[in-house]
């Protein structure tokens, strides 16, 4: 995982010297190309060579590996924690707490959701889960296998009904036996179908989740980015996760979301198997980011 950043950060500086002189704008432009190989946005790479640029001004032109990657590290650190805070989806603020998952087909939506069910309920809450996918053939055979794998209830109607009465049923269920979580699959859309959009935006109206994640496949690097963006647009989220990152070997995505589309990521998908998944740490990211630095 990440194995392309720490490559082409440690590749800055020549391998037998730790310790460079660099015209300022120099160093600045390695940071600068090395993070959009990476998969940083180029509005994060600017920020961040421009900080280097300047620390090496400062220092005379002198700089050493170990400075730079702490330069770089804080700099990251700092977009991560200008997002807003996430709310504690373990600690809900309220019985049922619903939440809604959003994302084009084949990211990952359904698998997460089977994962986080799961992972709730290895934690004592009871949840129930929607499948508001009636629109692909197989969707609700596929979270229906998921409900008896990870032992939790799914509610289900017929293929090609109202996905938002499902979710309805889900909340009603849920409601009368005051469980602790309702997660709703939707159906993947292609960018701009219009119909699926109006569909998630229907789901919303009725469902009013609490929280509505949307589902980005690192697989597909910097082209998340505009699929967030279009989300965003078109029905709005508070918060992500990111799938797949056991496939990441740039390691860079994850700082443009958070940076361009200033929303917390809550939870990343590392595997194909329900335990797959763990909750979003800055710190643990840094940490494969920049092991050196922790040195
Ligand atoms: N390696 C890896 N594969 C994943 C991860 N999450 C999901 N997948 C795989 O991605 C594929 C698609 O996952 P789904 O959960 O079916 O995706 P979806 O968003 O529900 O897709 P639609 O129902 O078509 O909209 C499956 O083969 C999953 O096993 C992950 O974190 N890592
Ligand atoms: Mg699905």
Same mark, same amino acid.
């Given at each position: 995982m990440f194995e392309g950043f720490r490559k082409r950060l440690g590749s800055? &500086?020549?391998?037998?010297?730790r310790e460079e002189v660099f015209k300022k704008s120099e160093l600045g432009e390695r940071v600068f190309e090395a993070l959009v190989e990476s998969d940083v946005s180029i509005g994060v790479a600017e920020r961040i060579s421009d900080i280097s640029e300047k620390f090496v001004e400062k220092s005379g032109g002198k700089i050493t590996q170990s400075q730079m990657l702490s330069i770089i590290r804080r700099s990251v650190k700092s977009v991560l924690d200008s997002v807003e805070s996430p709310v504690d989806i373990l600690k $809900? $603020?309220?019985? $049922?707490?619903v939440i809604m998952f959003l994302g084009v087909?084949?990211?990952g939506k359904t698998t997460t959701i089977a994962k986080l069910a799961a992972y709730l309920r290895s934690r004592g809450s009871r949840v129930v889960l929607s499948?508001? !996918?009636? &629109?692909?053939?197989?969707a609700i055979e596929q979270i229906a296998h998921w409900s008896n794998e990870v032992g939790v209830e799914l509610i289900r109607h017929e293929k090609g009904s109202d996905p938002s009465s499902v979710a309805y049923d889900a909340i009603t269920h849920a409601v009368a036996r005051k469980m602790d979580y309702v997660l709703i699959d939707t159906a993947g859309r292609m960018q701009n179908n219009k119909n699926l959009v109006e569909e998630m935006k229907k789901i919303k109206r009725v469902a009013k989740p609490d929280m509505t994640l949307l589902i980005l496949d690192a697989m597909i690097g910097q082209d998340a980015l505009i699929q967030g963006k279009s989300f965003m647009d078109d029905v709005g989220f508070d918060g992500l996760v990111i799938t797949k990152l056991d496939t990441d070997?740039?390691?860079?995505l994850l700082i443009s979301l958070c940076y361009e589309l200033k929303k917390p990521v809550y939870f990343i998908g590392t595997g194909?198997?329900?335990? !797959?998944i763990m909750e979003f740490d800055s710190n643990w990211y840094l940490e494969r980011l920049f092991p050196e630095s922790f040195n």
């Open positions: 800055i &500086f020549s391998s037998r010297n $809900p $603020p309220k019985k $049922p707490y087909n084949g990211g499948a508001s !996918d009636t &629109f692909r053939a197989g070997a740039k390691g860079g194909q198997r329900a335990e !797959d």
